[in-house]
């Protein structure tokens, strides 16, 4: 990656993923801290981009509220795709009884877009590295998840 050979990833499918093909730039990352740049100049343009998501210590409520945000303000109608990494340091809520894959899918369930769950990247020991605003391609297949930089 860092003298300009493309990234290509794949990783072992889950069972909450949703298949299908998407393409455009990569976006994203920490979802609280890409909610607290909403309506700034540095919000994301996510118009038919994949979008990656992960977080750390947040609680079952906050991420459905995040979501949630994201479905009404219309950014969720917009992406071609979804990638969602890790959300470490994560207890479930026994009130809430939704896992955070749960919360996604609900935030996402108007879309057709494919979805990807647990890739490895986020606040995690085995973390892939993304180059984010490049163009990318993402398959998510019943035997393997794909994502392929196109540059």
């Known amino acids: 990656m860092l003298f300009g050979t493309p990234s290509n990833f794949s990783i072992k499918p889950e ?8 393409e455009g730039k990569l976006i994203g990352g920490n979802l609280s801290v890409m909610m607290g740049m909403r309506s700034t100049p540095f919000d994301l343009d996510f118009n038919n981009n994949i979008l990656f ?3 750390v210590g947040e609680k079952p409520y906050q991420i459905d509220r ?6 009404l303000s ?4 917009q992406i071609s795709g979804l990638v969602v990494g890790q959300f470490s340091d994560y207890d479930e809520d026994p009130l809430m009884m939704q896992s955070v894959a749960e ?3 609900a935030a996402v369930s108007e879309y057709d877009y494919p979805v990807c ?4 990247a986020g606040h995690v020991d085995y973390n892939l590295s993304f180059v984010l ?3 990318a391609e993402l398959f998510v297949e019943t035997d393997k998840v794909h994502l392929n930089y196109k540059f």
């Open 15 to 22: 069972a909450e993923n949703r298949l299908g093909q998407a």
């Open 53 to 55: 998501i992960e977080d």
């Open 66 to 71: 995040m979501m949630q945000s994201l479905r």
């Open 74 to 77: 219309g950014v969720l109608k």
């Open 103 to 105: 919360i996604i899918l």
């Open 117 to 120: 769950f647990n890739f490895p």
């Open 133 to 135: 605003g490049e163009q």
